[in-house]
């Protein structure tokens, strides 16, 4: 009978232990938020299948870039049904002219903030955005 007690108590330990694990990881999942980093060819095929989407185009080399990072971050974290991609043109020579080419306008500022809708620019946002005028975005 003393056999039986010692494995129950092993398995309800584990169990329980497991248990807090499970909801540690739920926890994490749902709280856990990231830019989806895309590369310059991925953006490109997006906008060719007419794709509808928000990017961010920076440079992880601007602490300006970097900043706004953060307050797109904190925008996920409230409102998880949104999503932001972000191209870094870090590794680009001239990211002016790339943003320009890319999204066909005249504004290539780094960072820029850009509403395609089925493959085309239907806002763009130069410069780094406070928390309010990204919610605007998604309205």
Partial sequence: MGFLKKIWKEISVFGLVFVI?????????????????ISKTKLVEKIKAKDSFV?????????TTLNYKDVCLKYLKKNHSDHI???????EKDATSYIQ??????????PSTFVIKNGKV????????SYYRIAELFK
């Fill in 21 to 37: 694990f499970i909801a540690l990881f739920a926890y994490r999942q749902a709280t856990h938020v990231e830019l989806t980093t």
């Fill in 101 to 110: 080419k890319t999204f066909k306008t005249d504004d290539g500022t780094v």
């Fill in 85 to 91: 991609y972000y191209v870094n043109l870090a590794s």
């Fill in 55 to 63: 990017v961010v185009a920076g440079s992880d080399s601007d602490n």
């Fill in 122 to 129: 239907k806002t763009q946002k130069s410069g780094a955005l």
